[in-house]
């Protein structure tokens, strides 16, 4: 089967207060070992990640280096924990298939995602990014630096950016080619660089792509069979976090789209990965989609746990 995973924060941090380089390795290199045991199943495996956290730490360096070093934009940041991520993933995957003498080529590919220029979530930013705070320091940061914030999923206060639909993956055409002769591609990584296009030329926009939905872009476009997104919860729940929270196991898009209707989803985290689900799926007969924790990624491709969009 051909798979694209899609790897949540947790899957490449430890905590938030743990942010060293060498942390983030040691995470990965843990959670590749998931990736592999999929890998040694037969299955070819595309590999997307997350990159909220990170884009948020690379933006801040920025900000506070100004006057002794200029900032980089956007878009550029976004290059930045494509290659920082990318490369630790690469690394990381590389060790574990050596050490289990299989012999597969790992390749991260620089992605670029077209968007909309008049999108309308350049208008309402939505996508969190950075660290967590706390109520009286997001209320500052506010106040200083302007930055738009909401509340995260009872997580704490966040940084929200714009975060326009991906339409176009630009690479698509060598991520299939490296992918259909046998390589194990990491794309689209932090939901791609976003470019508009300007007649023939590309240009990087300040925003940040849900890697989710660039995920559902990628599965569609590879043509693969099961869309796999690994997070921090082992299911998708109604009523999260109440006395009455129940867990989802097996769902058809017309209940899962009744649930999103109720308001069981939080937008900005679970809910864009209930939508790139439901996308995937309808997209064509046969496909699955599968949301878990990446210790259940197993279990749950042999249909023993997770929730299982189908
Ligand atoms: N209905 C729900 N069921 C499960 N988790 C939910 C739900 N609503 C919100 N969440 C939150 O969404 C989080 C996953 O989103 P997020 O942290 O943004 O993902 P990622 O792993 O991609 O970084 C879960 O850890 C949980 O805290
Ligand atoms: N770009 C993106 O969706 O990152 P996270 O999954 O880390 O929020």
Redesign the pocket.
């Known amino acids: 089967m051909k798979i694209v995973v899609a790897l949540?924060?947790?899957a490449l941090q430890n905590k938030d207060s743990d942010f060293t380089s060498e942390s983030q390795l040691n995470i990965i290199r843990k959670s590749v070992k998931h990736l592999v045991d999929i890998i040694e199943k037969g299955h070819d495996l595309i590999i997307t990640h997350?990159n909220?956290p990170q884009i948020g730490r690379i933006i801040i360096q920025n900000e506070i280096a100004k006057g002794i070093t200029p900032a980089m934009p956007f878009d550029v940041c976004g290059a930045m924990s494509q290659g920082m991520i990318g490369y630790h993933i690469q690394q990381a995957l590389g060790d574990e298939i050596k050490e289990r003498g299989k012999k597969k080529s790992v390749a991260t590919i620089i992605t670029q995602i077209v968007v909309d220029k008049d999108d309308d979530g350049f208008k309402n930013p939505t996508k969190?990014i950075g660290p967590f705070y706390s109520k009286e320091e997001a209320l500052r940061l506010k106040e200083e630096k302007g930055y738009e914030i909401i509340e995260d999923?009872g997580?704490g206060y966040r940084r929200v950016v714009a975060s326009p639909k991906p339409k176009k993956i630009v690479e698509i055409e060598t991520i299939r080619t490296l992918v259909d002769n046998g390589n194990i591609v990491i794309a689209a990584g932090g939901g791609g660089i976003p470019v508009i296009e300007e007649g023939s030329k590309l240009r990087g926009v300040e925003a940040v792509i849900d890697?989710?939905l660039a995920s559902e872009r990628l599965a569609k476009d590879i043509d693969a069979d099961i869309l796999l997104i690994l997070?921090?919860?082992d299911?998708?729940?109604?009523n999260?976090r109440k006395t009455n929270e129940r867990g989802l196991n097996k769902v058809g898009v017309v209940e899962m789209k009744k649930y999103i209707e109720q308001g069981?989803?939080?937008p900005?985290?679970?809910l864009p990965?209930v939508l790139a689900s439901i996308g995937f799926v309808e997209s064509k007969r046969g496909r699955k989609a599968i949301i878990t924790s990446l210790d259940k990624a197993n279990t749950a491709l042999c249909g023993l746990s997770g929730t299982i969009i189908e």
């Open positions: 949540g924060g947790n997350g909220g969190p999923s997580r890697k989710d997070t921090a919860v299911k998708v729940y109604l999260y069981h989803f939080a900005g985290s679970m990965k």
